[in-house]
């Protein structure tokens, strides 16, 4: 194997190795989503670039489906309404492009699912602690840097003891499929 590749399937690999300790946080994530959406609440996830898209994923595999064939789940992607989101950018500020979705949206019970691979996105922390404030549980995805999370009282953060932000995306990936997977089999199996 090329030793380009090689190192970086090498890195990968101790990372997952390594986030196999979370796997009781993983579990605990999902079932606090699982029962916020079986008493009827929305999910809401957001992130920037990689980590928008991420979001939006996920999203798509709570309302369509990951396994099973099921009912869709309420569950909207913060990161894809491009009028709402430029609106709020353009007359407002960008810092604002979620905080205020949830301000709009969110109730409490649901639930805001922030991304940020460095654990320090204004937009994504300010819509944690609009969540927080409406009574929504707060969960983030995060690399290795997770002190302004904590700062902002997010109640579960699952991150990912790295900074290089490919690779805290790829393990970010997999632990959004595992969360998905595991809401989809609480809820239906």
Same mark, same amino acid.
């Given at each position: ?57 996920f ?7 990951f396994? %099973?064939?099921? $009912? !869709?789940?309420?569950a909207?992607?913060?990161? +894809?309404? #491009? ?5 709020? @950018?353009?007359?407002?500020d960008?810092?604002?492009?979620f905080?205020?979705?949830v301000?709009? %949206?969110?109730? $409490? !019970? ?6 940020? +691979?460095? #654990? ?5 922390? @300010? ?14 995805l995060c ?15 699952l ?7 490919p ?13 998905a997977?595991r ?7």
């Open positions: 194997m090329d030793h380009f590749i090689q190192k970086h399937v090498e890195k990968r690999l101790r990372l997952l190795k390594e986030f196999t300790s979370s796997a009781p946080a993983i579990h605990a994530a999902a079932e606090r989503v699982a029962a916020c959406l079986k008493k009827g609440h929305r999910v809401y996830a957001f992130g920037n670039g990689g980590s928008a898209s991420q979001a939006a994923h999203a798509g595999e709570l309302v369509n489906r396994y %099973l064939d099921r $009912p !869709g789940l309420p909207i992607s913060l990161t +894809t309404d #491009g009028a709402g989101i430029t609106a709020i @950018a353009n007359d407002t960008f810092k604002k492009v905080s205020r979705q301000e709009a %949206l969110g109730a $409490p !019970g649901d639930t805001a699912l922030g991304i940020s +691979t460095s #654990g320090k996105s204004p937009n994504v922390l @300010a819509a944690l602690g609009t969540a927080r404030e409406r009574g929504m549980f707060t969960l983030a690399g290795e840097h997770r002190t302004a999370l904590e700062q902002a009282d997010v109640e579960m953060i991150s990912v003891p790295d900074s290089d932000t690779a805290v995306q790829e393990i970010h990936l997999f632990i959004l499929h595992l969360l997977e809401i989809e089999s609480l809820l239906y199996s």
